[in-house]
């Protein structure tokens, strides 16, 4: 009876803070900051590739100021690269037919610039404080805008959207994989997350980017290699499989049956949703975890967020996606993990199981500490110090609660309280982006932050 009515209750709100306005508002200010800044993600596109990819292989760790700049990328792509890069994308195809895909890739596009923008007011606006970077959305809100309610509400966004989409979202999947794989039983895998997140956690800051640097390009390196395979196997089926998303994403696939308008609805709303799970453009999230960052240019340390975008979603999202319509497994009434393992196993037989369970056990695990960190964020802003050990435990202990709710309930929660987050970040990103205009010709004319 109570679950039904959390259910219930769950619904109505979703609809409410969820629905069409907020995703396209996103959408709006992702829009209206690229115009903004000359569409820099494009316009300038060799330059961030020069100042993030060409960097990795020649990075430098700071010991004085928190994380380096590939550290503060890491942790945020943990935050971001979980299991939307695989769950998610295959919830899209189920529920919003392939043309979900092409509005994935047009959340990323945009949330390019929203995410540049969040990072560079975020660096801007960080405080140094108890030996580290304090930053993010909450403090631009407050010191930026000087709209400090609006700081504690993304504050209360974040703290919660740690325990949904951080946290119950991730260790769902891995025990809905663990078990239809290996057999475990559930409450265990949730047990044994709790266990290493505590283990990570209570090291600080520079034990979760030690992890995360070693954990998160190692995962990302062996998905993108086992999606080529797939690919390279069923190469015929690659170009259908484009044609089918673009097909999907016009609602010309049922043109003819005059629904073609409810499809592209539901195509858009499903792939705009799913887009900003996996990628948190416009969230504000991935400012905290950029925020900490030793590098003291907020725009070098914006291009880093915009790489993130651009391979959380316009690459490893889109693999997934090619390789399950390319498998030609998308119509066998299979959803989320079990679409995405047989996908896989098209070409790796009964080791496509293990192989998908294990990547939704590691993305996940990586995306609940990224989310532990920022919500660590939330909880000391909102209360300090001294009440950051009581949220890691709740933190660990919603590891084992979700591994036993059902899986919609779970996802509703995670964009009820992606909402709370979006909403004040929203206002700041169409109240600043002057300040981010500004931030970008300073660095373009020379006159760089040392």
Not at 6 to 31: C, K, S, T
Not at 50 to 60: A, G, L, P, S, V
Not at 292 to 314: C, Y
Not at 376 to 381: I, L
């Amino acid at each position: 009876m109570l679950e039904a009515s959390l259910e219930n209750l769950v619904e109505r709100l979703h609809a409410v803070l969820w629905g069409w306005p907020v995703l396209a508002l996103i959408l709006l200010a992702g829009l209206n900051l690229s115009f903004r800044l000359n569409f820099f993600q494009f316009t300038h596109c060799i330059l961030w590739i020069k100042n993030t990819i060409c960097k990795i292989f020649c990075r430098k760790q700071s010991q004085e100021e928190g994380l380096s700049p590939f550290q503060a990328l890491t942790t945020a792509l943990a935050g971001s690269i979980g299991t939307g890069n695989i769950v998610g994308v295959a919830t899209a195809i189920t529920i919003g037919g392939p043309g979900a895909i092409f509005w994935m890739w047009i959340s990323a596009v945009f949330g390019m610039a929203s995410i540049f923008a969040e990072t560079v007011l975020g660096v801007k606006c960080r405080v140094w404080k108890q030996g580290e970077w304090q930053g993010g959305a909450m403090y631009y809100l407050e010191r930026g805008l000087h709209a400090k309610p609006l700081a504690i509400v993304f504050s209360v966004g974040c703290v919660l959207a740690s325990f949904g989409m951080g946290n119950m979202a991730q260790s769902n999947s891995i025990g809905a994989a663990m078990q239809e794989c290996f057999h475990f039983p559930p409450l265990v895998c949730g047990a044994i997350a709790a266990v290493l997140l505590l283990a990570v956690s209570l090291g600080g800051v520079k034990r979760v980017g030690r992890v995360t640097e070693k954990l998160v390009p190692l995962m990302a390196v062996g998905y993108v290699a086992a999606c080529i395979v797939v690919l390279f196997a069923n190469r015929n089926m690659v170009g259908s499989a484009f044609r089918e998303i673009f097909r999907g994403a016009f609602g010309l696939q049922a043109a003819a049956g005059g629904v073609s308008g409810t499809i592209l609805a539901a195509a858009a709303r499903i792939g705009l949703s799913r887009g900003i799970f996996t990628n948190e453009a416009g969230l504000g999230s991935s400012s905290l975890a950029h925020s900490s960052s030793s590098g003291k240019e907020p725009v070098e340390q914006g291009m880093w967020a915009i790489f993130q975008v651009f391979l959380d979603t316009l690459v490893m999202c889109t693999l997934t996606a090619l390789v399950i319509l390319s498998s030609g497994v998308s119509g066998s009434g299979k959803d989320g993990a079990a679409l995405s393992a047989a996908a896989f196993g098209t070409v790796f037989g009964e080791w496509g199981g293990a192989f998908v369970a294990i990547a939704i056990t590691v993305f996940a695990f990586a995306t609940m500490l990224g989310w532990c960190y920022y919500g660590e964020r939330g909880v000391r802003y909102l209360g300090g110090q001294k009440a950051v050990p009581v949220y890691r435990g709740l933190f660990a202990l919603c590891a084992v609660v979700g591994c036993l709710l059902k899986l919609q309930v779970v996802w509703d929660l995670c964009d009820l309280f992606n909402a709370l987050m979006a909403l004040p970040n929203l206002a700041a990103l169409f109240l600043m982006g002057g300040q981010v205009q500004e931030e970008v010709k300073r660095y373009l004319t020379g006159k760089r932050k040392t």
